[in-house]
Structures are given as C-alpha cells and as structure tokens.
C-alpha cells in the first residue's frame, strides 16, 4: 500500500498536478503517516520519500 501511494504521488508530481487527494485504506498507513517522525518502521522511508514529493503539492 505504501509503494502505490508513493507511486500514485510521483505520477501526481511528474505530471504537474498542484491539488491532490490521496486515499489509502490501510489504518496502519494512516497512522504511520501521522507519526512517521518518529517512526522505526520499515516503511518509514517510503513515507518520507512521499513527505518530500508532496512538497510540490499546495496543501
């Protein structure tokens, strides 16, 4: 789950797009996600690389 919202956020990045929403259905994704600054977890990378493509993002 973590490598297609990653993927799905490139796609959004490398084509430009500056409004996206993103869904995931993986509660423990969501709460990585919040805490993934303190995070130890495995997938903690992914969801940096993430942080970092959605930089381009306007929130």
Known sequence: EAFSLR??????AIRGLSHVIM???????VMLWKT???SRSIVAPILLEIGELSDNFFI
């Open 36 to 38: 993934c600054h303190n």
């Open 23 to 29: 869904e995931v259905d993986c509660l423990e994704l």
């Open 7 to 12: 993927d799905g956020v490139r796609f959004a």
